[in-house]
Structure formats: C-alpha cells, structure tokens
C-alpha cells in the first residue's frame, strides 16, 4: 500500500473515481484519507484492536475535510492511534455508544421487566409520571449521558411546570399534568428507580440521582373543621337534590364516613363488606389485605345499595365491567359550591385521623381505623393528641394567668375554694 505525506496540496488534487479511494499517511501509520464517489473527503485512523496481527480491524473517522486540517486531523489521529497502541478500542467504544439506550428506551425495558413488583394501579402512575416528566425532558439522552446536572435541571423544570398540560384525549376522558415541587420530588425517585433498575441490568454503573439533594416531602395534613364538614354535606346534598349521579353521591359520602383512601370505596366489592362484624375486608389495600371497622352511618349507605345483575361492584360502571370512575368531575363542583379550594378526597381521609386522635382514640386504633400497616403512619397525627390536654392545662392555668395580670382567650374555669380553708 503506497504511501505518502498528506497535505493540502495532495488532497485538493485528489479527484473521486468510482468507489472509495484511500489515501495514506506516510508520517504517521495508520492515518489516511478517504475519498468517497461523490467527492466528500474524511481523515480516518485504522488500528487492530487489541494489537497484533489477529486483532480486529477497526476504522476510525477522525473528522472531514474542510472541517478540519490536515495538521489537526493528524494530532487526533495520533492520540487515536496512541489509545489503540495502549490496549483501548476507540471505535468500538464509539460503536458500543452508539448501540447504547436511550432514557426513553429504558423506559420501555422498564415497564416490562422491571415494574413486577408494583401493584397495579401504583406500576400505572409510576409509569404515567415517567412519561409525562421525564421522556419528554431527557428521554433522548443515552443513558451514560445523564448527569447530576441533568437531573437537577429537570427538577427544575418540572417545578417550574414546564411538562404540565391538559389535553382531552377522549370523549370522556382527558390528561391533566401539573408541575411543582412535589411532581419534581416525585420525577427525581422515578428517574432514580430507573437507574436502580438500568444497574441491575448492567446498562449502567452508576446512579446520577443519588448525589441529587430533594425538597423534603410535604406531607399534606390538611384537615377540615366541623363548619368545613357541614359546608362539603350541604354542597353534596345540592347536588342531590340536582340530580347528580346517585353513585357519586354515595361514594363521596363514605369517603367523608370511613376514611379509606379514594379507590378502596370507589372500586368497593360486595365480597369485601361484612354487614355481620360491621367492617370492611379489602382483599388488595395500598398495605395488602386490610379490615377496617364501620361506623354506622357509613352501613347505612352500603345497605340501602342493591347489586346490580351479577356485578362484583357495589358501585359499577355503566358495562359492569369495572366500577363506577365519574366521581371527578362531581367532587370539583361540591369543593367549589363548598368553598373549599384545595381539598381533596384525601383531605377527609386525614380529617377521619385528626377527629379520631383529638377525641381521645390512641394512635394505634387511629391506625386501625384509617387501615394503616405500621405507627409511622399514623404518627403525623401525634400533635392532635397533644389538644385536648393543652385546652385542660388552659382552663387550670387560666385563673392564675389573670391574677398575675396576664391575658386569656380561653373560657376560664374559676378556683373552686375548699370548705375546709
């Protein structure tokens, strides 16, 4: 293979022909020029991998010509060849990364492989999450790409709302997406559960969310008041009287009476109630199987329910083949006619505890009530213990504040003075 010194001069005066024309390098071995038919012209660097004669032939593309000169094709040539000398495989490793995964590719390897272990309706809004907030910020990245500063990046922009949107995505049916810091909180374990798993699979070797430093969870602890309550049954009763959905209707209601999260009522079986020990046997609870006691008010809902053909839900849909899903669009309207922004479902779940704790019932059967698996759960309620004991220690102190001149807002109880003196 003849050889020699590539410069300007020669590569100009190089003409294509038919195929691929090679031109190389009589300073540096290895080093050469390809000319291709239709007369673009790449600076390459060829090596064996691993050395030797059985080494496989690689073909590195160094850079284009025009791009770069001659003089600088030759310096990265050489670093190039240099690596190869040393026992590395710049062209492989370029090949591999090419091959490498996309974050939106792992996702999907995710999804099938690695989501086993999730209950169904938990794997679902996972997944959901993932794609609203992280394939669209990052998805193109290969996986090695991703860096703390990337991570970081996308917790800002998820804060920030720039994923959110409200898109209607069917007759009855639309994709509502909000930001803020809690959706970032919640993006950053998501993204982190996806290198754990990408680890496992030995696509990665390192977590980028783990160095990342996250809000701290903002537990919603947000309970309604006596006067809140009546203001939610009033609206729920208005929209009764308006002919809503008696289902909704229903199904708000024991929310408010039984404490149990949103879809445990909602997706309620028949199978799940005894009438006979008064309490409810879920068969599949956020915790696994769960019993939760029922207070009267709440039996007398289910009992005035009546099965619907062979339906297992005592509030199905319109098919019978699930259950009753349409209670959204109902509670928007009770929290607007009740005045009471912000609040949720969950809000009366927390509203079941607080009542609960400060009418005297101990964490522990706070916990049973509410379904909880251990007392950690339970424990956001342990100030409300603290009420009822303050307002005594208000009512004894209250007499001795105003001696000493002090004010008191609370209702005073006087000293009851000894007959004895």
């Not at 998805?139 to 709302?161: C, P, T």
Request: charged share 25%; proline share 3%.
């Amino acid at each position: 293979m003849a050889t020699q010194k590539l410069t300007k001069r020669l590569i100009d005066g190089t003409a294509p022909s038919a195929r691929d024309c090679f031109l190389w390098d009589s300073e540096l071995a290895g080093f050469g020029l390809r000319v291709r038919p239709g007369g673009a012209k790449t600076f390459i660097a060829q090596y064996r991998a691993g050395g030797g004669r059985t080494g496989q032939s690689r073909r590195f593309t160094v850079g284009r010509y025009g791009v770069m000169t001659v003089d600088e094709a030759r310096l990265d040539a050489r670093a190039i060849l240099l690596a190869a000398a040393q026992g590395n495989d710049p062209a492989g490793k370029r090949h591999s990364k090419r091959r490498e995964m996309t974050i939106a590719e792992l996702v999907t390897q995710f999804a099938k492989d690695g989501t086993d272990h999730l209950k169904e309706r938990n794997r679902r809004y996972m997944l959901a999450r993932i794609d609203h907030h992280i394939v669209p910020l990052i998805g193109r990245k290969k996986i090695s790409e991703v860096r703390i500063g990337d991570v970081e990046q996308m917790m800002r922009d998820v804060k920030a709302g720039k994923t959110a949107k409200d898109e209607k995505t069917g007759t009855r049916s639309r994709v509502v997406v909000t930001g803020g810091q809690g959706a970032a909180t919640r993006a950053v374990r998501d993204l982190s559960s996806l290198f754990t798993f990408a680890i496992r699979q030995e696509l990665a070797t390192a977590n980028p969310c783990s160095a990342v430093k996250k809000a701290p969870d903002q537990r919603r602890t947000r309970f309604l008041s006596i006067e809140e309550i009546e203001r939610l049954g009033e609206a729920v009763a208005s929209l009764e009287a308006q002919g809503a959905n008696e289902k909704a209707i229903a199904i708000m209601r024991l929310w408010a009476l039984t404490g149990c999260r949103r879809d445990e009522v909602a997706a309620l079986k028949w199978s799940e109630i005894d009438f006979d020990k008064s309490c409810l046997r879920l068969n599949d609870s956020k915790t696994g199987k769960s019993v939760r006691p029922l207070a009267s008010a709440a039996l007398v809902i289910l009992k005035t329910r009546k099965p619907e053909g062979d339906c297992a839900y005592v509030f199905p849909s319109e098919d019978g083949e699930s259950f009753y899903q349409g209670t959204k669009r109902y509670w928007v309207k009770v929290v607007k006619l009740a005045k009471l922004p912000g609040v949720t479902p969950h809000t009366l779940r927390h509203t079941i505890g607080s009542a609960a704790v400060s009418t005297g019932e101990t964490l522990v059967m706070t916990g049973a009530i509410l379904g909880h698996a251990n007392q950690h759960s339970t424990s956001i309620y342990a100030h409300m213990q603290q009420d009822p004991a303050r307002r005594a220690a208000d009512r004894v102190v209250g007499p001795i504040a105003t001696a000493l001149g002090m004010q008191s807002s609370v209702e005073l109880v006087p000293f009851k003075v000894s007959a004895k003196g």
